[in-house]
């Protein structure tokens, strides 16, 4: 009876978004599904199934591409990233969301800049400058590269968090004797931990896959694994294709069990929910 009142036209464009999701999805879970398959994969050359099954392409790709210190790599410039952006971002959100200066719009600007502008653009001069600075192809310099855009993204994300947050709640805290480090800890943090915990969830995720800044900077021990993967992929001499491919693997899986620890303290449905409840 409703499919009877529904106008075609609508049915149709429905019909049309579904099967795009569909198509989507079986495209995407079919290049996983092939990369997984051929990670352990004999020999596989023109048939739907491999010859036979092996695990020894992951043992391989852990001594060839020597991925115990990329990962140990990754984890120290996601972990640095992650703490610095919040550190930072933090505090100069609520410093732009709280406080009138003449010069507000153009620092809004100057943070919008890094994340409109493709990294290549500036990724190649910030290189330029760690080098010089003799940080170029070390792990602060790749740390201190993906701070760039990272500290705004944080900074934009937690703005309209603050600004929801009534001020009044601050102007008590201060009448019984706070003061702002104070207010700022006991106060606001409590109240913006979903929000600081959304937008490090972001910034993590963003770091993992990170690739234009980390590679302009890095150096043969300061590589994290997504630049790993790109030279096992393009760097000269002959390499298995199902030993680049188990890398691949332990990158998704890599990204999919920092994604899992970071989900375990932040809910994005929670986040929607307490924003919705400050606002009334």
Request: aromatic fraction near 12%; charge should be positive.
């Amino acid at each position: 009876m409703f499919a009877a009142r529904t106008p075609l036209s609508t049915r149709l464009w429905v019909a049309g978004v579904w099967l795009f999701v569909a198509f989507f999805v079986v495209n995407l879970f079919g290049l996983i599904g092939s990369v997984l398959t051929s990670s352990f994969a004999t020999r596989w050359l023109g048939t739907w199934l491999p010859a036979g099954f092996t695990t020894k392409w992951y043992f391989a790709a852990w001594d060839e591409f020597q991925l115990g210190d990329v990962l140990w790599v990754t984890f120290q410039v996601v972990g640095s990233v992650v703490a610095l952006s919040g550190l930072v971002g933090v505090p100069a959100a609520y410093a732009l969301a709280r406080r009138e200066f003449p010069a507000k719009k153009a620092v809004m600007l100057l943070l919008l800049l890094p994340l409109l502008v493709p990294p290549v653009t500036y990724g190649i001069p910030l290189a330029t400058v760690l080098y010089k600075s003799g940080l170029g192809g070390s792990l602060a310099g790749v740390i201190l590269a993906n701070l760039v855009p990272t500290v705004p993204f944080v900074v934009l994300v937690m703005i309209p968090f603050i600004e929801q947050i009534d001020p009044r709640i601050e102007a008590a805290a201060r009448v019984f004797g706070a003061s702002t480090p104070k207010v700022f800890v006991y106060v606001l943090v409590p109240i913006l931990l979903p929000g600081v915990l959304a937008a490090l969830l972001l910034v993590l995720v963003r770091t993992i896959a990170m690739f234009e800044l980390t590679f302009l900077v890095a150096g043969p021990g300061s590589q994290t694994l997504v630049v790993a993967l790109y030279y096992a992929v393009f760097a000269a001499g002959v390499r298995a294709v199902q030993s680049i491919d188990a890398m691949a693997v332990i990158y998704m899986i890599t990204t999919l069990v920092w994604l899992i620890i970071a989900l375990r303290f932040v809910n994005p449905t929670q986040i929607v929910a307490r924003a919705k409840r400050s606002n009334t």
